[in-house]
């Protein structure tokens, strides 16, 4: 007789199953909260628009806000009602955290915390919302009486509208030392940069591109440059060009400007220039 044999895995094949699992996992994770923390973000603002509503319903059908005289009770207020002004929403929100209602004479509010970088896409998603308090991820829906209430247009769109007013800006923009990517093309009265700017060549039809350019400060004639097409500065704001690894005052003079021998003037050693006939010189 033929012994039993048995088969399975070993350790290595385990190990090696254990890792390619970890890495797959590794890499889905933040792609499924981020799906998950935008289905919260959403909820998150239509729950709390239905909240905003039915007090606004309230306050018409009674003349009052619902609620104490703070209003902090609203959502049961709304909620035992008969027929309820709200129902199916209770006092914490998606991210786990307490629901707060208050109000004025003339306004309501709703106060939440959510989790950081979606505080500001929950306020983005809703009128009247704005972060109260960074730091908490604290947010406040507000709406008001006829009258009261914030124009829509304060609130700057993340997506294209066909209302141009919420594609506009029309205040300092603070990105607290983040970049800003993506950007095709900038139109803008002028710059200023404590460092180096710097322009990528992305051209890729064979015509011409625009050089490197870097304006820091002012640079020193003859001075050392790389790489060789920067532009800058010199103390006195005569401009300079980083050519042969120096900076130099003038490349080359305009067609036909120079005749032969000009004194190069202001214009360093090396400079090109052509008499009205394209013949070249070169200073010397």
């Given amino acids: 007789m033929r ?25 889905t994770v933040p792609s499924y909260m981020e799906d998950i923390n935008e289905k919260r ?9 239905s ?9 018409t059908s009674t003349g009052n806000w619902p609620g104490n005289p703070s209003c902090a009770n609203a959502i049961a207020i709304l909620q035992g009602s008969t027929p309820p002004y709200l129902g199916g929403i209770g006092a914490m929100n998606k991210y786990n955290s307490p629901v707060s209602t208050s109000c004025t004479a003339a306004t309501f509010s709703v106060d939440q915390n959510i989790i950081q970088d979606w505080d500001g896409v929950v ?13 908490s991820h604290l947010i406040r829906s507000t709406i008001g009486i006829p009258g009261t209430e914030a124009g829509l247009d304060d609130k700057l769109s993340r997506k294209l509208q066909a209302n141009a007013q919420l594609n506009r800006m029309e205040t ?3 990105l607290g030392y983040n970049n800003i990517n993506e ?13 180096n700017i710097a322009s990528a060549t992305l051209n890729t039809t064979g015509r011409a591109t625009v050089a490197d350019l870097a304006i820091s400060g002012s640079n020193v004639e003859t001075a050392s440059c790389s ?9 006195s704001g005569s401009p300079l060009y980083c050519t042969s690894g120096r900076w130099v005052k003038q490349v080359s003079y ?31």
């Fill in 123 to 135: 306020a983005n998603n809703l009128p009247g919302t704005t972060v109260i308090n960074a730091a």
């Fill in 227 to 235: 790489p060789n097409g920067l532009v800058s500065k010199s103390a």
């Fill in 51 to 59: 909240i905003l509503d039915a007090a606004r319903v309230f306050r």
């Fill in 172 to 174: 300092t923009l603070l």
């Fill in 183 to 195: 950007v095709w093309n900038l139109d803008t009265v002028s710059v200023t940069a404590s460092g």
């Fill in 3 to 27: 012994p039993n044999s048995q088969s399975g895995f070993s350790l290595l094949e385990l190990a090696v199953a254990i890792a390619i699992m970890a890495m797959v996992t590794a890499a």
């Fill in 41 to 49: 973000a959403n909820l998150t603002a239509q729950d709390t628009q």
């Fill in 254 to 284: 305009n067609p036909g400007s120079v005749a032969s021998g000009q004194v190069c003037g202001d214009f360093a050693k090396g400079s090109i220039a052509f008499d009205s006939s394209g013949k070249m010189y070169v200073c010397k």
